[in-house]
């Protein structure tokens, strides 16, 4: 579904992602795990088109993403839940929701879609013509999710959807994940505090400095191989 071959990415004279290469098959939940400022988000905003690739080849649904708008890639299948929700706080849920399908137009499976994701997350049902910056954190979280999924993607990244969020909270969003890919999606998440997230994983990669440390099946990772990960001890 996703194939990325040595991405590197640059801010300036800073080089974010040195190197990057990973694969996420079709119907798998992937995860890019590692610490503060190894590159994860940004790996995520090259894949979306929110930041221009310095080097490197992406290609997603067997064609390459060379010159497509990040709106090209929505229409494409590859949606992304941004970090920090990015929700928009003066709008209503059920708007924040339709301008996640708006490059679909007047495509009338939008409705049907808009009561799948409200089933999908009933809270949002219920808090439809509430404003979604009065929603509290883990609403709004589950909003920019339902929000991504308007657009029917067939791959969707996922920024650190636990982050400040409590744990029950966390276990909801992951279960959400869990029944997102049953229904068809592929995911790719992307999380610091990543033992729960990789316990859910089919592959894991380590990031450290940019650049993948390490792969393996999220069944083989434990918390002790990751702290030795994240602290640069060579396995
Ligand atoms: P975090 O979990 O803190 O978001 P991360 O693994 O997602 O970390 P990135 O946010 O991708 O890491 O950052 C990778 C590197 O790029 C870091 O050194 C960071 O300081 C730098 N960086 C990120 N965004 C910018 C920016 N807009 N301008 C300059 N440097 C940036």
Do not use: W
Request: net charge neutral; charged share 25%; aromatic share 4%.
């Amino acid at each position: 579904m996703l194939r990325v071959d040595d991405l590197t990415v640059d801010y300036g004279l800073i080089r974010a992602v040195n190197g990057v290469s990973f694969e996420v098959a079709q119907g798998a939940i992937v995860s890019l795990v590692g610490s503060n400022g190894a590159g994860k988000t940004t790996t995520m905003k090259a894949l979306s088109g929110l930041v221009p690739r310095a080097g490197g080849a992406v290609r997603f649904a067997g064609a390459p993403l060379d010159g497509v708008t990040p709106d090209g890639r929505v229409a494409r299948g590859l949606a992304h839940v941004p970090e920090g929700r990015r929700v928009f706080p003066r709008m209503t849920v059920r708007e924040n929701l339709l301008l996640g399908a708006y490059l679909r137009g007047r495509d009338p499976g939008v409705v049907e879609d808009l009561d799948r994701v409200c089933e999908m997350f009933p809270i949002l049902a219920a808090r439809r013509q509430q404003l979604a910056g009065t929603l509290s954190g883990g609403e709004q979280q589950m909003l920019a999710i339902a929000r991504a999924l308007m657009s029917r993607p067939k791959l969707l990244l996922m920024d650190e959807p636990s982050m400040g969020l409590a744990p029950q909270m966390v276990d909801l969003i992951l279960e959400k994940i869990v029944e997102i890919r049953a229904s068809g999606a592929t995911v790719l998440l992307v999380e610091q505090n990543a033992v729960e997230a990789i316990r859910l994983s089919d592959v894991v990669y380590v990031l450290r400095l940019g650049a993948v440390i390490h792969r393996s099946a999220g069944r083989d990772m434990d918390e002790s191989l990751l702290k030795a990960l994240y602290l640069g001890h060579d396995i």
